[in-house]
Every structure is written in structure tokens, then in C-alpha cells.
């Protein structure tokens, strides 16, 4: 070993689900949304001015700032934008996590949860999900150094009421309770207007998953000023023009088309509940998801065999080997209705 990898900042990354590029794949492995982004998006890429290019992009990300203010009836002050929700998590755990104490967050969740909190050197305390994979809110009531947690939790689906997710911040007035709401779209109710109310709340959400462009990578917070005042100094000494030119034109036309927005959600909202019933009907287990996937496990044939199988036929889901309690589920996500056609008649032929 040389000498200069000891002091190596050594992590073991996240795995991001696969990106195969196969012309005829159904891809279920990654939450994208299958539809298109709104073509007020393709609007904006295609008439966008290249001379500008030559310029940074705005810091303050204005333009989409002051967007997701509109559509959200906040002030410019309550919103942070970042590369993603990733970068915005990451921003968060720079930022609020910097505890001697733990920060807690569930058993089965988001598999970045504890990568950010290794790579920051952040301690913190795993609260095992209840058997029927619902969060124990009382288990975030001992101290703690922050408290993180999707609603719908990830992978599996599950959503919390929020008389509940309000208990936990009350019950948490010394820290920074983070919610990811990355899935709130597809049905959940979202604990936005709580941000008034606690000045230790921040709400984290995405337009990968709702808004079709995950390959844009756009994501934000929204929490009161002084929250996002100190997240701003953290990003401004990190990397000022997070934001490119073309994502930012890109995210304000996204909000602009809340009708597209709506007809899409509403879509895999009911392609999700068709195929609930007939996963049901093949033997299926899973929890109610009120996200675009559904989390099942089969009782007869183990999730590895069955992803093996679809994979033969090109379908893609995802499966994830840790913990060992969800070593038997895989992630569906929801595609067309003719993806889970598919999905779902080579499933009924391979279960018979
Ligand atoms: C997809 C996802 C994210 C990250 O999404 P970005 O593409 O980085 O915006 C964050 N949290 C959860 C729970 C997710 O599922």
C-alpha cells in the first residue's frame, strides 16, 4: 500500500439500477416515468439560444426558482434547487448533519441513506420498518442527530399519514427532519404545509420521477429562508452553477404544463392499481403502494428465479439483496399499460 491511501476518503459507493440500452427492453428497474417529458420542454430545448452557452449559467437558478414558487405558493426564499434530489440530500447531510449523535433513518429505505452518511462520516442508527413494512414513528422519538425518511418510503411503496410524519417532527424540535418525498405525486399527501409551521423541516422532491426527466437531473427543497440561506452558503462553497442553461429553461417549462403533469400522474396511478389487481390474482404480496411501483414478492418462486426470468425476455425490474428481509421482493416499476400487458401475460404464462 502506498502511503498516500491511507488518507483516501474511502467509500463504497451507491449501485444505481442499470441503464441497459436495448431497443426492444422493458425497462421496470429504475422508477422513470414512460412517458415523455411535457413538449413545452421540447419546446424549450429545441428553440434554445446555443450563443448563450458561452456564459454561466444564473446562480440563483431564478428562473426555476421563481417556478416552483408559482406552483407551490411559496416565496423564492423557501426553495433550493439541485442536481437532482441526490444533490440536494447530499447538500442536506453537508449542511444539518453534523452531529456527535446518530441520525436515524428506517431498516428498508433508500439505499443512498447510509453511502452519504459514511462518505460525511456521519453516524448513524438504522430504525427497523414494522413487519408489515410501515415506519415505527415512535422509534424516532430517542435523540438523535437528524432524522431522514422517503414518504412513500422506498422501495417498498408505503406511504405515512401525516398526522404521523408530524408527531416525529415534534417530537424532534433539535434536529433537521428531512422528507424525500420523491414518489409524493403518484397519490400521497405531501408535508408541505408543514414547512411553515416547523423550522426544522425540509421537504425534498424531484422531476425524475413525476415529471419525466430524469435524465435532466433536477431536484429541490423547500423548508423556511434561514434553511435554505444555510444550504445555499454550503452549495456556493462547494460549486456555484449547479443548474446548467438548458435544465433550467427545461424545469420552468416543465411546471408551466400542469395539465400535462396531471394527465401523466393519473395515468400510471391507474395502470398502478390494474396491476395490483391482477399481481393479486397471479399470487402476488405487497404492501399498498402509493408510489409508481409496486414492491412483491411471490410465495412460490423466489425473486431471483423470476428476475432471471424476465430478464430472458427483456423485461428489466429491480431486485436488491439487502437487507435480507426484502431478498424475496422485486421492485416493479410502472410502465405503459402495454409494458405491464406484457409484464403481466409472460408472468400469468410462467406461474401456470
Ligand atoms: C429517485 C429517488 C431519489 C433521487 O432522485 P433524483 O433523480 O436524484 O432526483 C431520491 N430519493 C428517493 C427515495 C428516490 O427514489
Redesign the pocket.
Known sequence: MKAWEKNIRKVVPYVPGEQPNQPDMIKLNT?ENPYPPAPGVVDAIKSFDTDRLRLYPDPTAKILVDALAAEYGLKPENIFVGV????V?AMIYLTFFNSDKPIFFPDIT?S?YDVWADEFRVPYEVQPLNDDFTINKSDYYKENGGVIF?NPN?PTGIIMELSEIEDIIQANPDVIVVV?E??IDFGGVSALPLIEKYDNLIV?Q????SRSL?GM???YAMAQPKLIRYMNDVKYSFNSYTMNQLTLAAGAAALADRAYFDETRNKIIATRERTKKELAALGFVFGDSKSNFIFASHPKVSAEELMGALREQNIYVRHFTHPERIRNYLRISIGTDAEMDALIAFLKNYLA
Open positions: 422508477n437532482g434530489s441526490d444533490d440530500l433508500y443512498f422517503p422506498a424525500d420523491a414518489y425534498v424531484t422531476f425524475s420521477k430524469a437531473r433536477i431536484g
